[in-house]
């Protein structure tokens, strides 16, 4: 893999991902020194991270392999889920404040009300289960998908990469600026409980142990679906964004369905991954 040759024009021998991410792990270091301190693991973690990507790059640079180069591009997988469980212990000390009455106020004057409570006359315990089996589909499918793309041609493999992981480290800064818990907790108060089967007490398993309290707007799991079939579409891969299609938008659906989003939330991650998806066209 040549790296210069992948990079997208503009920005010889780095990634866009790379010049997003960094700019994120950057802004994490810096705001974890000014805020609470430079021995703090706010501060020195990403910092640390962002020495390690570094030290990859120039590997990459130096090796100039397939190896190398995959090293370069998974390093991503692991930094983004060492940020997201960082982000649920750093953000709340870094910014007391949370959005859900934003997002919940942005949902109404939209909409009336928000999916949570708008949906609530039509919450079936079939419906409810058949959704989270959609929204449990997103793990099988962030690591299948990497898997497979990351064994693909040295031109799409770091196109994939970099709009996956531009959603990710734009959608982390979304994380830093509005934190929010989510209808689920927010409006706990005024819901009843779902009903269902065993993928929906699995689905509420993972979540309640699974999600770092701020990672609600935008949505993620919206916008990363989302340009996983578009990805597919965009490059050939049509059987396979057909076949993903339906249980994408069944994940989409469910994330407000099953309250854990709000309305503005799924919008943003659908706007999110089509930027994402325009942007990686221009990568080569």
Not at 89 to 113: C, F, K, N
Not at 170 to 193: N, R
Request: charged share 10%; hydrophobic share 50%.
């Amino acid at each position: 893999m040549t790296p210069a040759s992948t990079a997208p024009k503009g920005t010889p021998g780095l990634f866009l991902h790379e010049w997003a991410f960094g700019g994120l792990l950057v802004y994490l270091a810096v705001r974890g020194t000014v805020q609470l301190g430079p021995a703090d693991p706010a501060a020195w973690i990403p910092a640390l991270l962002l020495c390690g990507d570094a030290a990859l790059i120039r590997w990459d640079f130096q090796q100039n392999s397939v190896a190398s180069g995959r090293c370069r591009l998974l390093f991503h997988a692991i930094a983004m889920n060492i940020v997201y469980w960082r982000l649920g212990q750093d953000v709340p000390r870094l910014h007391e404040a949370t959005a859900d009455s934003w997002l919940l106020g942005i949902d109404r004057r939209w909409l009336g009300e928000t999916p949570a409570l708008g949906l609530a006359p039509l919450v079936h315990p079939a419906c409810t289960e058949i959704l989270s089996g959609c929204y449990l589909l997103f793990y099988p499918a962030m690591a299948g998908y990497q898997c497979v793309w990351i064994f693909a041609t040295p031109s799409l493999a770091p196109r994939f990469f970099a709009g996956l992981y531009l959603i990710y480290a734009v959608g982390f800064v979304g994380y830093t600026l509005a934190p929010a818990k989510g209808p689920w907790i927010h409006l706990a108060g005024a819901l009843e409980p779902l009903g269902g089967g065993p993928l929906t007490a699995l689905t509420d398993l993972v979540v309640r142990n699974g999600c770092n309290g701020v990672d609600v707007f935008p949505s993620l799991h919206t916008a990363v679906m989302a340009y996983f079939v578009g990805f597919d579409f965009l490059n050939g891969r049509c059987r396979r964004a057909a076949a993903m299609l339906l249980p994408a938008i069944g994940l989409c659906i469910a994330t407000v369905y099953l309250r854990y989003h709000y309305a503005v939330d799924a919008l943003a991650g659908l706007v999110l991954a089509a930027i994402g998806l325009r942007i990686t066209r221009s990568v080569r």
